[in-house]
């Protein structure tokens, strides 16, 4: 399976693609988590990005598609895919269209993992990351056994710094303008299909799967 995850920040979309991923094995190219690698590494690209994604605004479409093209050109998809944050805007569908026409392939189907803005920010504001291996938690309603650390890797799980109420309100505003022409570019290929993200993650999962 090819697929899309797409929704507002916060609906659950690395939480319920890592779920996916551990019992289908399909890999999961993760935009944010690219991103936040090259700012780590303070690479040029990092830098540069660092500056829109502090704010929650979108990485501009040039760079977002230049990293987007060599990671599934340089790829092995055997198994499929699902692409979590990306696209986020029409142009960068379109794009992502004509990269796969140009490798033979073409999407299965589009998830729109929904939830309304109050529950996206309570879910932001209590979510922990871990910098190493990229799990994602929540203080209450997904903590980690050994508070404040990795089940998986046992490494110090952090903040995102754009976790935080003024950024996460501007995202989700982000979020809002750009995705309406996507959802409609993936709706008149008959391609979209909307999943309720405010309930439990196992049920979400085995929706998607069906
Ligand atoms: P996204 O990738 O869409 O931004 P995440 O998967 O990172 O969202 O989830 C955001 C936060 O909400 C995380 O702290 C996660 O643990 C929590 N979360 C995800 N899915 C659910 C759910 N179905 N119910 C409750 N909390 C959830
Ligand atoms: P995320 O981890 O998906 O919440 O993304 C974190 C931040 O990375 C976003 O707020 C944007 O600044 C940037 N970003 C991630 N994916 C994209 C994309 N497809 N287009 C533009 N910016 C992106």
Same mark, same amino acid.
Do not use: D, T
């Given at each position: 399976m090819r697929l899309v995850f797409l929704g507002p920040p916060g609906a659950g979309k690395g939480t319920v693609s890592s779920v996916i991923n551990a019992e289908k094995g399909i890999p999961v190219i993760v935009m944010g988590d690219i991103l936040r690698k090259e700012v780590a590494e303070q690479t040029e690209l990092g830098k540069k990005a660092h500056e829109y994604m502090k704010k929650g605004e979108l990485v501009p479409d040039d760079i977002i598609i230049g990293i987007i093209e060599k990671v599934l050109k340089e790829g092995n998809w055997n198994k499929g895919f699902i692409l979590d944050g990306f696209?986020?805007?029409?142009r960068?569908?379109?794009a992502l269209d004509e990269i796969l026409k140009s490798m033979g392939l073409q999407l299965d189907k589009v998830v729109l993992l929904d939830v309304p803005e109050e529950v996206a920010v309570e879910r932001l504001s209590g979510r922990r990351i871990c910098p190493k291996c990229g799990a994602v938690y929540?203080?209450?309603?997904?903590?980690?056994k050994v508070e404040g650390k990795c089940d998986k890797c046992g490494a110090e799980l952090i903040q995102r710094e754009d976790d935080k109420?003024?950024?996460i309100r501007n995202?989700?505003?982000? &979020?809002? #303008?750009?995705?309406?022409? +996507?959802?409609?570019? &993936?709706? #008149?290929?008959?391609?979209? +299909?909307?999943i309720k993200g405010n309930r439990p993650v196992e049920e979400i999962v085995k929706e998607i799967l069906e």
């Open positions: 696209p986020r805007s029409l960068q569908a379109q929540h203080v209450k309603n997904m903590p980690p109420p003024e950024v995202r989700f505003r982000v &979020y809002q #303008n750009a995705i309406k022409p +996507v959802i409609e570019f &993936y709706m #008149n290929k008959g391609l979209l +299909v909307k």
